[in-house]
């Protein structure tokens, strides 16, 4: 006996295996530190050139509207700049999966897409950061080339371009997915530790070198000060890895 695939599930596997990196959080990086050009008013933009180009482009940096090459006196609406931006990333996606050899989790692959759709596939493919992900360099090195506050190269595109880079970059170093905090174990002290490993999966012997631990800090540090300092260092932005100074935070 035959067994057909439902319609919708054809079309989720078509787009994994198509666009790779294309993700909603991905899009929304782009639209929200891009400011789109070149507005006319009442929801209208304009084709526009970048120095030295030839090509026209409209909205979010688009060389195409509606599948076609783009002309001097042509117009669109705010929605269609937002669904050509779509499909740019999707295609942009195709291309930027043939230079990246190492598996990258869903945050990951949304803020390396949006830093391509910034620089360009042509500058992506031969930059410096492609090259530390790709050799898996350290969390140091690439937050080091990353941050517009180490790497000043970012910071000759002004406000928006170190908010997107900063943006991107907290992306990047985000886990692909919440920690939860409803694991059932013996927890032997007040924050549970099971918020901290991003490689937390749930296996057994996890859970168990986790509740091993946690005795361990129930009787080294019975009043909890220990931890409950290390968690205030723990969940600060690293001021010296590329963040602005942080504030104090109060458990």
Known sequence: MVTLKSASAVTL???KKEYPFFTAKAAELVKKYTSPRTCLGMGRYATYKDYGEGLWRIG???????????RA???ATEKEISDQLITDLKELSNLVKEYVFVSLNLNRRAALLSFAHSIGISSFK???LLELINSHSSRIKIIKEWSPYINEIWKSGGKLMIDLRRAELDTFLTPNKDIPTFVAHRCHVKRCLLN??????GAPNQVKAIEYLEKKLAKWDPSGEVLRQFFRYWI???T???SLPSTKVDL
């Open 13 to 15: 596997s078509s787009h």
């Open 60 to 70: 979010y940096g688009s060389e195409k509207l509606n599948k076609r090459f783009l």
């Open 73 to 75: 006196t042509d117009k």
């Open 126 to 128: 031969t930059c410096r």
């Open 196 to 201: 901290l490993p991003e490689t937390y999966t």
């Open 236 to 238: 600060q932005k690293p």
């Open 240 to 242: 010296g890895l590329g």
